[in-house]
């Protein structure tokens, strides 16, 4: 079995910066991608950043400049730091990773539980 845990959410006033981390556990034998989604109040989830195993990154357009994805391989990890935190950038932030688990035929889509970023005007 696989978990991924979050950590870092909270509440921020506009202009200030957060660091969301994510770490995957359990019979892991690759990691694919790895990133975040994001879900606001009456919205759909959308994409916010991803990270390949080769290291590439793919920003959401709303976050470019402000937002920095990175992944420590040696831990299963993936941060996200957040930097010029606007109020629409409030939401529930959830960690994604593509996981081939031991004795697994192909990597399958994994999700954390969510933490809730609060950005005040």
Avoid: H
């Avoid at 034998?29 to 990270?51: C, E, H, T």
């Avoid at 031991?102 to 994994?110: C, D, K």
């Amino acid at each position: 079995q696989v978990q991924l845990v979050e950590s870092g959410g909270g509440l921020v006033q506009a202009g200030g910066s957060l660091r969301l981390s994510c770490a995957a556990s359990g019979s892991i034998f690759s990691i694919n991608a790895m990133g975040w989604y994001r879900q606001g109040p009456g919205k759909q989830r959308d994409l916010v950043a991803i990270i390949t195993s080769g290291g590439r990154t793919i920003n959401a357009d709303s976050v470019k400049g402000r937002f920095t994805i990175s992944r420590d391989d040696a831990k299963n990890t993936v941060s996200l730091q957040m930097n010029s935190l606007k109020p629409e950038d409030t939401a529930v932030y959830y960690c994604y990773a593509d996981i081939k688990v031991t004795g697994g035929t192909s990597a399958v889509p994994y999700w954390g539980q969510g933490t809730q970023v609060t950005v005040s005007s």
